[in-house]
């Protein structure tokens, strides 16, 4: 299972910063990732990294704006979104899968997604 936290809204400019914990069949998943999907648009890949490796991977969209980070003592992964834009605004759901893919259909256990609303 995967439970995704926080999200809110903030203004343009401002962070939020979302968690997600992970437990049962994927915890043995390779790789834990972020997606969002804003209304009328297709799910998108924002970041990702692997339990075993320190290496995250960005969408150029999020790319020195966004970090994802993984506590594997606690299970959980997190994703620190500062200077926020109103582009960001979407519902963001956490991923885990087998491999580091961008494509949201290589991509095995979903969480509940979580809204984030930046204001201009």
């Known amino acids: 299972q995967l439970q995704a936290s926080g999200g809110g809204l903030v203004q343009a400019g401002g962070s939020l910063s979302l968690s997600c914990a992970v437990s049962?069949?994927?915890?043995?998943?390779?790789?834990m990732g972020w997606f969002r999907q804003a209304p009328e648009k297709e799910r998108e890949f924002v970041a990702a990294?692997?339990?075993?490796?320190?290496?995250?991977y960005y969408a150029d969209a999020v790319k020195g704006r966004f970090t994802i980070a993984r506590d594997n003592a606690k299970n959980t992964v997190y994703l620190q979104m500062n200077t926020l834009k109103p582009e960001d605004t979407a519902i963001y759901y956490c991923?885990?899968?087998?491999?580091?893919?961008?494509?949201?259909?290589?991509?095995?256990?979903w969480g509940r997604g979580t809204q984030v609303t930046v204001s201009s």
């Open positions: 991923a885990a899968g087998a491999q580091l893919l961008t494509s949201p259909t290589t991509w095995n256990h």
């Open positions: 049962g069949r994927t915890f043995s998943s390779a790789v």
């Open positions: 990294i692997e339990w075993s490796s320190d290496s995250p």
